[in-house]
């Protein structure tokens, strides 16, 4: 029974291909932290790394009351590291001609603290950040949109980079093959909110408010969100367009354009896209069998009680995943757990799953 | 799924809403002055500060109008238009503060409504869930959810 269990483990006799189980890595996994009590309780329920941002427009969460300041972070650094878990610094965000030295600044800030590595997006940051940081780590940001291995390689000979975070675009077969070939480690989304924008790019919220997801760091700044009892329901605004109207029992979402119900063609409906996060729990094993080298979640702008239900789903999922991946499939309260905390009633693949294609 | 929620029947919020909100407004100020002000980042929160706002307790039919200034919390009378408005049920306040609940989920479900200025809310929302709130009493009330949780664990 046990040379069973043992030669299943190594997959002996299996009709899939082989694999040295030496080769296969556990993924790290990657947990959101807004503020000190999310990454204290992301740090306690057993994340491997935990990615964060300064109080300005230099990071993609750029929200009132969130985020780290110089004290903050050496606090946050010291707890982190002290239980073993390292400290990525999201600086994400493209500066303008007008804020390049705040971003420079930022960046030589992040280094003399110590994090473990920066995430970066701009040419000329990652360029800055190599000149006068060598031995700092460099991730590419999600933001850098890098899809094919061969602009990888580009980002890994030009600038160092160790690790690129692929964007929420590609199809399972696609992300293992960038794997594959890949001469960074490669880091996946694997649940939270999803971006259709080519992540960030938004040519919608920059319409509707005059700012760019990617240059101001966030995708409905609340300066411009107004929500609104009415008689027909809650509305939701941004900078004056309404972008949706909840009936008092329905779901409500994040107040941003892309999913938003619009009136199109006689039917209103989420034209763009359905309000649903990303979840992947069930591509566990197929994950780790491909040789991502992390796994991120999503929603630094949340709370302390999301990280720690989220972290602590997943930190049980990819440890059960690794030591029995054929055995293994989602806990129902995993899902449950996880939906509870979703934007939308469902949760989706995401563009993992093309079985159209 | 729809999980069964405890709430104060009715009648107590149709009773309530007719009793005079200024002593129970006065109660909070002085609670928050106590517990919560010495904690908050004041130079965070200037945006805040001399805002009048507006806490409904819905299944209490509390309607609490209070401001904070730079030495503390002050209860305003009800005509005074609030800039923000928080409501929920006392059982969704106390997760949020116990930090059982994320404020967004609660937001998802309909469970906590903001109105009036979104900035400010955001302000008081990624604030309060920064600030370390060890709250004495808090800790043994002992809410419907953590016990749902706990049978669901494995």
Known sequence: MRLRAILRAFRVGSSRPMMNPSCMRRPELVCPAGNPAMLKAAVEQGADAVYLGFKDATNARNFNGLNFDERSLAQAIELAHAHGCRVFLALNTYPQAEGWTHWTAAVDRAASLGVDALILADLGLLAHARERHPELRLHLSVQGSATNYEALAFYHERYGIERAVLPRVLSLEQVAQVVRHSPVAVEVFGFGGLCVMVEGRCALSAYATGQSPNCHGACSPAKFVRWDETPQGLEARLNGFLIDRYAPDEPAGYPTLCKGRFAVGGHTYYAIEEPTSLNTLELLPRLIEIGVAAIKIEGRQRSAAYVAQVTRVWREAIDAAFAAPRDFSPRPQWLTALDRVSEGASHTLGAYSRPWK | ?154
Do not use: Y
Request: aromatic share 6%; net charge positive.
């Open chain 2, 1 to 154: 799924m729809k999980e069964s929620r405890f709430a104060f029947p009715p009648v107590l919020s149709r009773i309530v809403s007719r009793l005079p909100q200024t002593p129970p407004a006065a109660v909070l100020a002085f609670a928050l002055d106590r517990l919560l002000f010495p904690r908050l980042p004041l130079a965070d929160l200037e945006a805040l500060l001399e805002q009048p706002l507006r806490i409904e307790v819905s299944d209490l039919g509390l309607r609490l109008a209070l401001t904070l200034t730079r030495q503390g919390f002050r209860p305003l009378p009800l005509h005074v238009a609030p800039r923000l408005t928080l409501r929920a049920a006392a059982r969704d306040f106390l997760a949020l503060l116990r930090r059982e609940e994320d404020a967004d989920t609660l937001f998802f479900q309909r469970r906590l409504v903001l109105s009036g200025d979104t900035e400010l809310g955001l302000l008081v929302k990624n604030t309060l869930d920064a600030i370390e709130l060890e709250i004495p009493l808090l800790s043994h009330l002992h809410s419907r959810s953590v016990s749902v949780a706990n049978r669901q664990r494995p």
